[in-house]
């Protein structure tokens, strides 16, 4: 035990680079370890941009290909940080924006629903974390505001459509190609998903009818003067939406 803690030592205050990530040799204050061995590169892949980020004194994370037991146990010596699973959430909301296309959210929305901690936690862990990435390029956060209905698009046949600005109070989409992956995907992933983010189908039935009624509202309102070129926007989706249903 005291070889050990010597070692532990003089590994701390080693101040020649020795630890291999992707950028090349860095000292243990500068690596982040995963929260679990990952040799698939998942965090290095998806979240090295936000590093520097989360803390302005790290660079990188180990190098995938040597991550296994032997050399956490190694990495424990020279005390290199080790994430907790609760930090992807921050991970995911500091990566650049013009890195996270529908794939990128899909492979973060799967890690969350298959990861042993992450996938059994509640809505409550995840609210107001920007973590939807919708159809007008905005980022939703989770909510407990309920007023607005997050929904995955209705059909392929109209998938191109946006939610008229008129509509946005009472409904709004994902965005198409991840609803896409969602909804081609694992079904235990779309599931989760759905369920922890309150992601709903798209009802006609009830959402246009509830849109309709905003817009005969402000008609008749005299608080605000209707824009009729988003009223005519909003009479184009529900034209083309029941021309789809019939």
């Known amino acids: 035990d005291n070889f050990v803690s010597l ?7 080693r101040k020649k680079p020795f630890i291999p990530p992707p950028l090349g ?17 998942f965090w290095n892949d ?3 941009e936000a590093i520097p980020l989360i803390n302005s004194e790290k660079r990188a994370f180990l190098l995938p290909e040597i991550d296994k037991n032997r050399v956490r146990a190694f990495m424990k010596l020279a005390q290199v940080d080790i994430l907790s699973e609760e ?6 909301e500091k990566t650049p924006q013009k890195s996270k296309n529908a794939t990128w959210w899909y492979d973060c929305y799967s890690y969350l629903a298959t990861e042993s901690k992450l996938s059994r936690a509640d809505r409550s862990f995840f609210l107001n974390r920007k973590l939807i990435p919708c159809a007008n390029s905005s980022i939703l956060a989770i909510s407990e505001n309920n007023d607005c209905i997050i929904c995955l698009p209705p059909t392929e046949e109209i998938s191109d459509l946006s939610v008229p600005e008129y509509f946005s109070q009472i409904f709004i989409f994902i965005d198409n190609e991840l609803a896409s992956l969602l909804l081609n995907g694992k079904d235990t992933i779309r599931s989760w998903i759905l369920d922890r983010f309150q992601i709903s189908r798209f009802e006609s039935t009830d ?6 009624r905003k817009i005969i509202l ?3 309102s005299s608080e605000n003067q209707m824009d009729y070129i988003k009223l005519k926007q909003g009479w184009i989706f529900i034209k083309k939406h029941v021309k789809i249903d019939l």
């Open 25 to 41: 040799l860095l000292k243990p204050k500068e690596i982040f370890l995963p929260p679990i061995i990952d040799n698939s590169g």
């Open 46 to 48: 998806h979240f090295k």
């Open 7 to 13: 070692f532990s030592q003089s590994l701390q205050k």
């Open 218 to 220: 402000q008609i008749f």
């Open 87 to 92: 930090m992807l959430p921050n991970f995911i």
């Open 207 to 212: 959402l246009l009818p509830r849109a309709i």
